[in-house]
């Protein structure tokens, strides 16, 4: 039986917002997710509700319904997202070039030590795997 990977659709940016919410806490309510974003700004629980009505009809989100109130999960990984987006950028923006990617990245935004010894780590690896 050949293994499918569902196409799950890119996420816009409120939908994002919720799903980093969701990766943050884990599952939660719509009351939940409504009082973290939306408190400060005034949009309504029921804004929340249909966000995440709309992200679990996209497949975003699992809806777990057994209690009174429904809980919510995100339904793709933190990972997978960042991946999905960061080829999208690849290929619109840097016409497919991981070099210009990171040397804008590393041009333009100050790493942190460990993020410099991370990205030395990666460097080492992927130069090994080369010269295999």
Not at 8 to 31: D, Q, S, Y
Not at 71 to 81: G, P, W
Not at 97 to 113: I, M, N, Y
């Amino acid at each position: 039986m050949a293994s499918f990977k569902r196409m799950l659709p890119k996420p816009t940016e409120a939908e994002l917002e919720i799903l980093r919410v969701l990766w943050e806490h884990g599952a939660c309510t719509v009351r939940d997710v409504h009082e973290v974003l939306h408190r400060r700004d005034g949009t309504g629980y029921t804004t929340a509700l249909k966000q995440l009505q709309i992200m679990f009809d996209k497949g975003l989100v699992e809806r777990d319904e057994s209690q009174r109130a429904h809980v919510y999960r995100a339904a793709v990984s933190k990972e997978r997202t960042q991946k999905k987006f960061l080829s999208d950028m690849l290929q619109r923006v840097f016409d497919g070039s991981p070099s210009r990617l990171v040397l804008q990245a590393l041009g333009d935004h100050k790493a942190s030590r460990e993020e410099l010894q991370e990205i030395r780590a990666l460097l080492n690896q992927l130069d090994k795997d080369a010269d295999q």
